[in-house]
């Protein structure tokens, strides 16, 4: 049994796995990470523990403190030059974001063709995988979300909308809401464009905001539950 780990920015996200098949998931607010104790009391003793954090050293500390006793210790996966066949060209290695490289690692599984792998959260992610599983490179933006809030915090006229995606918003409301989209589906598009002559490329795309951009995707895709999971579950069993 794996136990799977995803420390996020806004949620901390976990998942029980028999290895054929996901039995129990559920997520809690990251500033309320202490609870782990109580959910972990679930969990068997002889299960297999593997996280990645992008929430900092003090949320890494206290669900290793607040694990169930009894329990493993948490493996917690760090960026590096190359595991489970993926290799990362990144300057510096180690400061890839945990959660890319598990996404990379889940998105190899699943695939050996030039792929983008795209997380789509608080932050959206968007990295070219390539055949060769060469991690190529990639994008960060603010996730939708996180666009339509901040031009409402940071504007004096602009509201937080909630309008409806249009090809010619004819409102403010419809405005923000389809510029936010297409910035989202802009860059998804605009990198996966490197990859386009491959007839078998495919975009994998995961994460909360994922569903509201696929309908808007001109480009094959594939949505995952939680690509950061199975990448998690991957290392574990190289391991």
Same mark, same amino acid.
């Given at each position: 049994?794996?136990?799977?780990? %995803? ?34 009391? &679930? ?24 694990? =169930? ?16 066949? $993926?290799?990362?060209?990144? #300057?510096?290695? %180690?400061? /890839?974001?945990? #959660? ?29 995988? #390539? ?28 509201? /937080? ?23 989202? $589906? ?13 007839? %078998? ?7 909360? =905001? ?19 999971? &199975? ?5 574990? =069993?190289?391991?």
């Amino acid at each position: 049994m794996i136990v799977a780990i %995803d420390a996020g920015n806004t949620r901390i996200k976990w998942g029980v796995s028999d290895g054929a098949r996901w039995i129990a998931q559920g997520a809690l607010p990251t500033a309320k990470s202490a609870h782990i104790a109580e959910i972990s009391k &679930e969990w068997s003793p002889d299960a297999q523990i593997v996280g990645c954090n992008v929430a900092g050293e003090a949320v890494e500390a206290t669900i290793d403190a607040w694990l =169930a006793p009894g329990l493993a210790p948490i493996r917690w996966l760090h960026s590096s030059a190359g595991v489970c066949g $993926v290799r990362n060209s990144y #300057d510096q290695p %180690d400061s /890839l974001g945990a #959660d890319r490289w598990s996404a990379l690692i889940g998105a190899r599984s699943m695939t050996v063709a030039n792929c983008l792998v795209v997380c789509a959260g608080t932050a959206t992610t968007v990295d070219w995988l #390539d055949a060769d599983g060469v991690f190529r490179g990639g994008l960060i933006l603010p996730g939708f979300e996180l666009m339509r809030t901040s031009l409402a915090q940071n504007t004096v006229l602009l509201p /937080l909308a909630d309008g409806q995606v249009s090809a010619e918003p004819h409102n403010t409301r419809d405005a923000i809401v389809s510029g936010c989209l297409n910035a989202q $589906v802009g860059a998804i598009e605009r990198m996966f464009s490197r990859m386009a002559s491959d007839p %078998d490329a495919r975009c994998l795309i995961t994460g909360g =905001a994922a569903k509201c951009l696929v309908p808007h995707l001109s480009i094959p895709y594939t949505l995952v539950e939680n690509l950061i999971f &199975e990448g998690l579950v991957g290392f574990a =069993a190289s391991q």
